[in-house]
């Protein structure tokens, strides 16, 4: 073992008595075992925003991350979440721990987002609901509850779908395959080979579907294609699991965002969700979210529930109490609530803005394509087509920074830089 040390020790005294030399190196063992861990390559979309960060170009735009900005492109605290803020600081409340399944009025309120407040399946208490850490810490319980009560069974995402599905599935020892969702002939949704491929699946599969506004692709099937689906898992035995991330990003509206998990638990079916305050209360670094489900019986929710506890318990303990507070004051309190709907409407409004403002721009500087599909695309993205190559060249040259999907997020753009981002767009379609 080869120990490498400095000669001339210069010792201090710290506060706790004990003694060490600043300008000495500390002892390294050559044979550690972490000289085997590899480099692991930045998360594909946590990645795009340090490289704008790091990135000195005037004109850079991080189209990346799907996080709302405002129309000077800064992050948005809503003023009801400020006016929350302000009434939990007031009230003072204690820094206790939380029971595992969380906060009970956010629990309450987070159910009531998803079904409505008077939906029989709450009367009926058969409905059951964990208080996790965002929709990314729900869709890990999930995870963790299809690995030890639905065995064997695969899950089933789409393709494309949000890069961290496949992490969180394949972390868990969870199988998954995709199904067919995106045509790039069309842009738009593949449904044969997405009700072909469901079709396909052995009974009894796990079927992630996107509860509204797309991730990549922000396409969605029509009112007719979710009947379809759904009636297409109860032939087949299948559980759908809705990751409902973007409920009021859609349309603007909560109630019309939660209609596709809704129809399917109308229909009979029990259903998973996984639930995120993080887009459409602007509570991205709060964690907030719910891992939720349907089942038929009160008797099966109470079993249900003690086992999304057991997996939460070993996973990080309890949830944290601060963001829950701000859903729950908000969704809980009628004119909060109705703040709150105003607010989500102006986000999904300027977002739709911009959309419009790109297809026109898009269309008078390469009127020979079809741009039709810019705002046909609902939510805060919208899929391009534009290839790896020609995503390089919207970075390199054009310092737009984006997934290598094609994906941009049209939160992050603004009336001003409409026509920027437009060239760009036609410069890597045409010449790259
Ligand atoms: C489809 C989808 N699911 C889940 C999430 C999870 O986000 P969070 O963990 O912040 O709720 C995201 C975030 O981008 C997403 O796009």
Redesign the pocket.
């Known amino acids: 073992m080869k120990l490498q040390l400095n000669s001339s020790p210069r010792v201090c005294s710290t506060r706790n008595g004990i003694s060490h030399n600043p300008s000495m190196r500390v002892p390294v063992l050559r044979s550690s075992p972490f000289e085997q861990v590899e480099l692991q390559a930045p998360d594909p ?1 946590l990645g795009v925003s340090e490289a704008f960060k790091a990135s000195k170009e005037p004109n850079k735009l991080n189209l990346g ?2 996080a709302y900005r405002t129309e000077e492109l800064k992050p948005y605290v809503l003023d009801v979440v400020r006016k929350a803020e302000k009434k939990i600081f007031e009230a003072k409340e204690n820094k206790e721990y939380l029971p595992i399944e969380g906060l009970d009025a956010f629990r309450k309120a987070t159910v009531d987002l998803l079904l409505g407040p008077s939906h029989p399946a709450i009367k009926e208490a058969r409905v059951a609901a964990l208080q996790s ?7 890990r319980v999930g995870a963790g509850f299809i690995s030890r009560f639905l065995k064997g069974r695969t899950v089933y995402i789409s393709n494309p ?2 890069g ?2 496949r992490n969180i599935f394949g972390d868990e020892g969870v199988k998954w395959e995709y199904y067919r969702y995106y045509d790039p002939e069309t842009v738009g949704l593949d449904f044969k080979g997405m009700m072909e491929d469901i079709s396909a699946a052995p009974d009894g599969s796990i079927i992630l579907l ?1 509860g509204c ?4 692709t922000g396409i969605d099937p029509n009112p007719e294609q979710w009947s379809q689906i759904a009636d297409l898992c109860i032939k087949k035995k299948h559980i759908p699991f809705f ?4 409920q009021g990003f859609a349309t603007g509206s909560l109630d019309a965002d939660a209609a596709a998990p809704r129809l399917f638990v109308d229909k009979g079916l029990e259903v998973m969700v ?1 639930q ?4 459409n209360l602007g509570l ?1 670094g709060e ?3 719910a891992m939720v489900m349907i089942v038929g019986s009160k008797d099966v929710a109470e079993r249900v529930l003690s086992q999304l506890k057991r997996i939460a318990r070993a996973m990080y303990s309890n949830p944290p109490t601060y963001g829950a507070r701000i859903a729950a004051e908000i969704v809980n309190d009628a004119d909060m609530f109705g703040e709150w709907k105003t607010e989500m409407a102006g986000m999904a409004g300027r977002i739709n803005r911009v959309r419009g403002e790109l297809r026109a721009a898009l269309e008078s500087k390469y009127p020979g394509k079809d741009w039709s599909f810019v705002t046909s695309q609902i939510g ?1 993205f919208s899929f391009t087509g534009l290839s790896p190559a020609q995503v390089d060249n919207m970075t390199k040259k054009w310092h737009i920074y984006m997934t290598k999907d094609g994906r941009i997020s049209l939160a992050g753009l603004n009336s001003a830089k409409v026509g920027y981002l437009a060239d760009a767009m036609v410069d890597s379609f045409k010449n790259s």
């Open positions: 979309i991350v799907g850490l965002s929709g990314t810490g729900s869709l779908t949000w961290n599905h996107h506004a797309h991730n990549p990751d409902v991330a973007y996984s995120s305050y993080s887009k991205y964690r907030v979210g805060m």
